[in-house]
């Protein structure tokens, strides 16, 4: 089967660069117009120019030729030469490369300090809270985080430059609108996870020997962290090529924004390196993941196949999903009652009042009726594609090997250079932005799936089943699916405010609704050019993702609450036969 998961995995590389390297056709527009655009705007597209420019970059021969000439020449190392500024490539992609994870470094360095930070508590009390909080800091926009940080440390206190790359200096802001997000999420993986390793044997042991409360904390870690470590391979990639956004906003030269300039113009050659670079990262970066696993896990705690305990219930109080969902709810169905398209010049940027209780944009729109109607492209796409992916999931939870390599190369391509590909193929817009969410939406939600599917049928209940003739059927429907559909449901809930932001972010980046369309990424990039004279226009959607995510957290934590008590209530009855726990 290994085999299996290898041949997909290479299947999937080459129908991701051949879509790359068919791009120009798929999409129905003329390649060669594009070029000229992109070369020199000033000139007429006449006949005479698109055929010098068809014969010049040999798009005569047609796109499967080109394709197979890419090819060739990639063997020998040659990505080609760019459409549009005639230079090499090779030398453009390696400095994009060398910029992002340069920004990278940084920007992982400050999230792992950041997620320090999240799980100290956790350490010292020995209990997680439900995580509303955390969520609501992951949840943050960084593209809004960017252009906060930039008006603040930048133009009003000029503490920093906001633009280029020229020092360590450029680094520092780029960094914190990356690393603030990325460690609201790595702190709150492992803080999740210590409550159950604090709770085993060992550490009772351990500290019944005097041993100090330091080198316990280092070994809960140790212990913790074997299967977190994937996610943070994530995370470096995310930090990488999805940090297309934050590189627009700072105009850093990295290989995420030199694909995303690539894309708009054109420029086939460079945005096929472009992705190609991305890819090898994200997989080297997913090797060299599941090599410090292997690591960490060492040969005695591999061999015993140990894993962590169940987490116990984390303290989830009802009233806090139900106040967000009330505040949330209030403000839609408020801002659904107004016109989102009315435009006011004579109230622009108008600070909030009774008569605009959210203010206004720069039109003079009403941000609340804006808001309350974006909810259902927002929200309402990203609960599409999230009930698509956990769809997708639970089958493919079936056959692990076979999505294992479909899943290494979906991890490696970021939401936004998906996004790119698609919004490039088919045109911007929403059902172009679901659908690269789409695409690499469902690899997590499928490794969970595949592993609970794997432990429901190693179980000694289903040997029983089996035992006294139960049908295959009988076995699926009334126990496995039970069994794994409710915790990958309830994992589904939990990525659906990062869905959101990525469906956001989309938008922003003008790759998903366009204008005059009321969808929070719009919004977020719409109120960005005088976010300094009316900051609530962005704030609106921003603190709206947020309360999203605290309402996912909180309420999927309630939920797995009350089921673990109704389980506990309820236990399965023994007979005087058969003795407990045989």
């Known amino acids: 089967m290994a085999d299996a998961a290898t041949l997909t995995r290479l299947l999937c590389l080459i129908a991701v660069l051949a879509a790359v390297g068919l791009l120009p056709w798929l999409s129905g527009r003329d390649p060669a117009l594009a070029v000229l655009r992109a070369r020199s705007a000033e000139q007429d597209p006449t006949e005479e120019a698109l055929d010098s420019v068809r014969r010049d970059l040999g798009l005569d021969a047609g796109p499967l030729s080109l394709l197979g000439h890419w090819a060739s020449d990639l063997l020998h190392g040659d990505l080609g030469i760019s459409w549009v500024s005639g230079t090499e490539v090779l030398p453009s992609v390696l400095s994009g490369l060398q910029v992002s994870l340069a920004l990278m470094g940084v920007s992982l360095g400050l999230a792992l300090l950041l997620a320090c930070a999240l799980v100290a508590p956790v350490l010292v009390r020995g209990r997680a809270s439900a995580g509303a909080w955390a969520a609501m800091l992951v949840a943050i926009p960084e593209f809004l985080l960017a252009t906060v940080v930039l008006l603040l440390f930048g133009v009003w206190l000029g503490w920093l430059p906001t633009s280029g790359w020229v020092g360590p200096e450029n680094m520092v802001l780029p960094a914190v609108a990356l690393g603030v997000p990325g460690g609201g999420l790595l702190g709150r993986l492992v803080a999740d996870a210590l409550p159950a390793v604090l709770d085993e044997r060992w550490v009772e ?142 109230a622009r940027l108008a600070a909030p009042s009774w008569a605009h209780p959210l203010g206004t944009d720069g039109l003079g729109r009403d941000v609340l009726a804006r808001l309350g109607h974006g909810a259902a492209s927002t929200v309402g796409t990203a609960a599409a594609v999230c009930l698509l992916s956990l769809l997708v999931s639970l089958a493919l939870g079936f056959l692990p090997r076979i999505a294992e390599g479909a899943a290494d190369i979906a991890n490696a391509l970021p939401p936004v250079i998906v996004g790119i590909l698609v919004a490039a193929a088919v045109g911007p817009g929403t059902g172009g932005a679901a659908l690269a969410v789409a695409l690499i939406s469902w690899p997590a939600l499928s490794s969970h799936a595949a592993a609970l599917v794997q432990e429901v049928r190693a179980s000694a209940f289903l040997t029983a089943q089996r035992a006294i003739g139960a049908s295959p059927l009988w076995i699926l429907t009334r126990h496995v699916l039970p069994s794994v559909a409710a915790p990958v449901a ?73 089921g673990r008590r109704t389980r506990r209530v309820t236990p399965a009855p023994v007979t005087k036969e058969a003795p407990v726990g045989v």
């Open 205 to 346: 042991l351990w500290r019944a020997a005097g041993v100090s409360r330091a080198r316990i904390a280092g070994a809960a870690l140790r212990r913790v962290l074997p299967p977190l470590v994937p996610q943070l391979g994530m995370v470096a990639v995310g930090l990488t090529g999805g940090a297309v956004a934050v590189e627009t906003v700072f105009a850093v030269p990295g290989i995420g924004r030199t694909a995303l300039g690539a894309a708009k113009s054109q420029d086939l050659p460079l945005l096929q390196g472009a992705v190609l670079a991305l890819l090898a990262l994200g997989l080297v970066t997913g090797a060299l993941a599941a090599l410090a696993r292997r690591r960490l896990l060492g040969p005695a705690l591999r061999d015993a196949s140990l894993a962590l305990p169940p987490a116990r219930p984390v303290r989830a109080h009802r009233a806090v999903p139900a106040t967000l969902f009330a505040v949330l709810a209030v403000t839609i169905g408020w801002g659904l009652l107004r016109d989102p398209y009315a435009v006011n010049t004579t």
């Open 490 to 562: 309830r994992h589904a809930l939990l990525r659906l405010p990062g869905i959101a932001l990525a469906l956001a972010s989309l938008g922003f980046l003008g790759l998903g609704a366009q204008p005059p369309a009321p969808e929070w990424g719009l919004l977020l990039d719409e109120s960005r050019a005088y976010v300094e004279r009316a900051p609530w226009a962005a704030l609106a959607p921003a603190v709206a993702l947020a309360l999203l995510a605290g309402l996912a957290v909180s309420g999927a934590a309630l939920a797995r609450g009350r």
